[in-house]
């Protein structure tokens, strides 16, 4: 990182962030820490470093800064988009607080994501049309492409059907927070 070596920055965020997807935990998390201004060389290793840093917040039970960093993350772009069931599915527990973390503006964003994530498969229909959010799959050792890289709570796939669910409760969280968000007039 020191030689500021885009490239070398490209493959060290990729090979760091497949490691997350595989484990459901952040490995060499010194060398996150003190990324600095050497996360600016490359956008996966800026999310990476920036997604890290909504874990913290969220350990911390700083749930403003936590929301706030997870919407700035879908909302610029700079999450890549295989993440985003992962990012949005963290965006959960925060929707289910008695606080209003997102205003209205930010739900109906973090819904725009849930369909952009949702259609994603639907336009890129190809053999089998049970294979849902295709674009989202990672078969395991066995070959079996019924499970889905989710990487909540620690857990490194969840089968299709797990993850149907927690999208679709994901759907309602953001219906009732939008609800929330309008009733309590939170527009920033």
């Keep these: 990182l020191r030689s500021k070596d885009s490239t070398l920055a490209a493959f060290l965020a990729d090979r760091l962030l497949s490691q997350y997807s595989a484990d459901g935990v952040f490995e060499h998390l010194d060398l996150i820490d003190n990324l600095g201004p050497a996360m600016l060389l490359n956008n996966r290793l800026t999310f990476l470093a920036q997604y890290h840093q ?3 917040h969220y350990s911390n039970q700083d749930f403003q800064q936590a ?4 919407f700035s993350l879908l909302d610029s772009r700079l999450a890549p988009k295989e993440l985003w069931p992962t990012i949005l599915l963290d965006a959960l527990p925060l929707l289910e607080l008695d606080e209003v973390i ?3 503006d930010q739900t109906y964003e973090l819904m725009y ?6 259609s994603y498969d639907s336009n890129r229909q190809t053999k089998t ?3 849902r959010l295709s674009g989202f799959m990672d078969t395991g050792d066995n070959g079996d492409s019924s499970a889905v890289d989710a990487n909540i709570l620690g857990k ?3 089968p299709i059907g797990q993850l149907m669910d927690k999208l679709a409760l994901l759907r309602l969280a953001l219906a009732r927070n939008l609800a929330r968000a309008i009733i309590s007039g939170t527009q920033q």
Aim: hydrophobic content about 30%; proline content about 0%; overall charge negative.
């Design 54 to 56: 909504f874990h913290r």
């Design 67 to 70: 929301g706030s960093l997870l």
């Design 102 to 104: 997102f205003d209205s």
């Design 113 to 118: 994501c849930l369909e952009e994530v949702q």
């Design 129 to 131: 049309s049970s294979s």
């Design 156 to 158: 490194k796939q969840l």
